[in-house]
């Protein structure tokens, strides 16, 4: 039994070290309509798994929902390593210093990490639908 709680701690310590999401970023919203929409997700070389399906759920949400805005540019995903040094230019551009879910359009900069990291494992279906909410006004 002591075996098991220990292990049980030890999983959990693990687990808050390797995933530091950045849930308290304010959101940012002004418009610019000219310029692209670009959904970023950085990481960091070492992820667990729900650092792994942020990604991939956010990059299967928008895929699905603007397949159009995506095939001629106007919006884009990237996910993007911060260990790797050719990284730092996009890091700072778009003042993530950690692992960040964001949509950024000019200015307008809306951090969804929190939702992201709430919503990709347990329900993929909320994230996509706060995705929308944040793009459809940027597409306008």
Known sequence: MKLIVTLSMALMMLGSISCNAQVDKKNDVKSNVTEKIEVYYFHFTRRCHTCETVENESRKAVEALYPTQMKNGQITFQAINLDDESSKAAAAKAKAEGQSLLIIKGTTRI??????????????????????????????
């Open 111 to 140: 951090d969804l990490t929190d939702k992201g990291f709430m919503y990709a494992v347990s329900s993929p279906d909320k994230l996509q639908a706060e995705i929308k909410k944040a793009v459809d006004p940027l597409l306008q």
